[in-house]
């Protein structure tokens, strides 16, 4: 692997280059950020070449099952829209290397969501507002939705890593309909067994709303958002029927993903401000924005799926992309988007609608271009 210099601050804080708000995005080329430039030009080849399979038509493609392969429920409840052609975006040390197809593109992003949900939920950690992640939900939400006894030890931990086991109907979703693999299983103590669940993620989303008794996009904007120089062009939506009355004002709590419609829909320069805030461990301009701590539990591999954390998908042992290191992790979501983010070496990778199935070799060849 290519070495190279580290710049440090004298506060300890590496050095490197943030956005400014707006169009004004820094480039460099890919040998001055240590690329070789065949092998990356060979990696976007790839991207275009190797498209998402899934319709551009989403609603007709979400209706027809195609978000949750298998689902008895596909009424859709929430907003979709059509989708663009793959594009997708290359950062080292903050600076764009490379761009393809239009990363201005503002589409669904499914379960890419969940991530940015989860750091809602590390905000409210920061702030007070969740005392311990080990604490139970029904200790901070009292909405009927944690009273049974299934439901009553869930904690903040649990639903974060999709262990908690929740049972129950929202919005008109219960939660054996998001449960293709397993619709057979019994329900377990929470904690006791891993499963992929839209209607929990919306659980947790709703009980995020009740602790910050204010819309959760509104809460991401004031707090990551605009700090970090997202444009206007972003939305995040929940379902028709997801409407709460918090402190006498009608609120609609967000979906964690798109399996019914909804979700956040953002553009690939977007997603990368986002994850550029993670891969330099929270910081912007030298301003903490989301602590160290919460990065720390948010990448801690869970026991039951050691290749996800809260709500991030990592690479343990290198099981989730065995082409690209250990050191990076990623927010997902179907229709092959994807964020990739690696700190030790200061790389965030965006792509849109990449066939899921190519995305290991995605990532191998930006890492061989990378000579890692």
């Given amino acids: 692997?290519?070495?190279e210099k580290a710049l440090v601050q004298a506060d300890g804080e590496r050095a490197g280059y943030y956005p400014p708000a707006g169009e004004d995005w820094a480039r460099c080329s890919p040998a001055e950020a240590g690329f070789d430039p065949d092998g990356l030009a060979a990696a976007v080849a790839f991207a275009v070449a190797h498209e998402s399979p899934i319709p551009y038509d989403l609603e007709h493609w979400i209706s027809s099952g195609g978000a949750i392969v298998g689902a008895p429920d596909r009424v859709?409840?929430?907003p979709t829209k059509a989708r663009g052609p793959a594009n997708g975006v290359v950062l080292r040390g903050g600076r764009l290397v490379a761009a393809w197809g239009d990363p201005r593109q503002v589409d669904m992003t499914f379960s890419v969501t969940k991530s940015y949900l989860a750091t809602v939920a590390g905000l409210a950690l920061d702030r007070g507002l969740i005392r311990d992640?080990?604490?139970?939900?029904r200790d901070y939400v009292d909405d009927g939705g944690f009273d049974s006894p299934q439901n009553a030890p869930i904690t903040w931990h649990h639903l974060l890593q999709q262990t908690s086991e929740w049972a129950g109907v929202l919005w008109d979703k219960p939660h054996e309909v998001d449960r293709p693999g397993s619709v057979d299983r019994r329900l377990g103590p929470p904690g006791t067994f891993f499963e992929y669940n839209d209607v929990r993620v919306n659980r947790l989303a709703l009980a995020l709303l009740r602790v910050w008794r204010r819309p959760l996009p509104e809460v991401f904007r004031e707090?990551?958002?605009e700090p970090i120089g997202c444009s206007d062009t972003w939305q995040w939506h929940g379902y028709r029927n997801s409407w709460v009355e918090i402190d006498g004002v009608p609120m609609q709590s967000v979906s964690g993903g798109?399996?019914?419609?909804?979700g956040l829909w953002i553009h690939a320069l977007d997603q990368a401000r986002f994850g550029l805030l993670f891969q330099r461990r929270g910081r912007w301009q030298g301003r903490q924005l989301i602590s160290e701590r919460w990065l720390d539990l948010m990448t801690t591999p869970c026991p039951l799926e050691p290749t996800y954390g809260y709500l991030w998908w990592l690479n343990t042992?290198?099981?989730f992309s065995p082409g690209a290191p250990a050191t990076g992790f990623a927010a997902m979501g179907a229709g092959g988007?994807?964020?990739?983010i690696d700190p030790a070496h200061d790389l965030t990778i965006v792509a849109r609608w990449l066939d899921r199935d190519r995305r290991d070799e995605l990532l191998g060849l930006v890492y061989c271009?990378?000579?890692?």
Avoid: Q
Avoid at 133 to 137: E, L, M, S
Avoid at 369 to 372: D, N, R, T
């Fill in 317 to 319: 042992n290198r099981t």
């Fill in 76 to 78: 859709l409840v929430g």
């Fill in 258 to 262: 798109g399996h019914w419609g909804g």
């Fill in 337 to 340: 988007n994807m964020i990739w």
């Fill in 223 to 225: 707090l990551v958002a």
């Fill in 369 to 372: 271009a990378l000579g890692a």
């Fill in 1 to 3: 692997m290519r070495e």
């Fill in 133 to 137: 992640v080990h604490d139970r939900v």
